[in-house]
């Protein structure tokens, strides 16, 4: 299996200021074919399902504001928020869909 | 507009049996491949397995802490995902999520919450 680690565990940012999460799997989930890593960023708040923010390590989904950003290759990858709004407190997962089972990282919990 | 709703959480004691569903609209079910997930109260996501589409052949596959007692199933003529449940243990309490699979999860349902408790 694939494990994902994420950092840090929680994070207290400003609004209007940078949020940085981290994420970094075990092994290389890089998809040969399309030569794009699958690695999948997700927001959960309280009481909802996970929101789907970034896939392909980098692509926003549709209706994900600018701010969110996804970085990195090989085994590292990031998401940031660029300006963290009020509406951005929530845990934080990224996800391997490169071969199940699919894996999650632990979470990080981004608080204002 | 896509819609996934999750039906069938309960309290069941552990050891007992539960058949989770979840209806799929808005989109073309039967190409779909569907995630089940779960998620322990207080914990983090977990996959619990997948069904491809029966045009790219309908396998299943599950995670080893459910293989041999959930079984992953499909009816495309009413658009809807089974979970079934067996041989249920307390770390089984969580809600469970079904999950359209596109390159990650693209949409969710709600959850259902299934309790395992004596």
């Known amino acids: 299996d694939i494990l994902m680690t994420q950092s840090p565990d929680s994070l207290a940012v400003s609004l209007g200021e940078r949020a940085t999460i981290n994420c970094k799997s075990s092994q290389g989930v890089l998809h040969f074919s399309m030569h794009r890593n699958s690695l999948a960023w997700y927001q959960q708040k309280p009481g909802q399902p996970p929101r789907l923010l970034i896939y392909?390590?980098?692509t926003r989904e549709s209706g994900v504001p600018e701010r969110f950003s996804g970085s990195g290759s090989g085994t590292d990858f990031t998401l940031t928020i660029s300006s963290l709004q009020a509406e951005d407190v929530a845990v934080y997962y990224c996800?391997?869909?490169?071969?199940?089972?699919?894996?999650f990282g632990q979470g990080t919990r981004l608080e204002l | 507009e896509v819609q996934l709703v999750e039906s069938g959480g309960a309290l069941v004691k552990p050891g007992g049996s539960l058949r989770l569903s979840c209806v799929g609209s808005?989109?073309?079910?039967?190409?779909?491949?569907m995630n089940w997930f779960r998620q322990a109260p207080g914990r983090g996501l977990e996959w619990v397995g997948q069904?491809?589409?029966?045009?790219?052949?309908?396998?299943?596959d599950s995670a080893a802490p459910v293989k041999g007692r959930f079984t992953i199933s499909r009816d495309d003529s009413k658009d809807t995902l089974y979970l079934q449940m067996s041989s249920l243990k307390t770390e089984d309490t969580g809600v469970y999520y079904c999950?359209?699979?596109?390159?990650?999860?693209?949409?969710w349902g709600q959850g259902t919450l299934v309790t395992v408790s004596s």
């Open positions: 808005g989109f073309s079910f039967s190409d779909a491949w």
């Open positions: 999950a359209r699979d596109n390159w990650g999860s693209d949409y």
């Open positions: 996800q391997q869909y490169h071969s199940t089972p699919y894996t």
């Open positions: 069904i491809k589409s029966m045009t790219d052949g309908g396998a299943t």
């Open positions: 392909w390590a980098s």
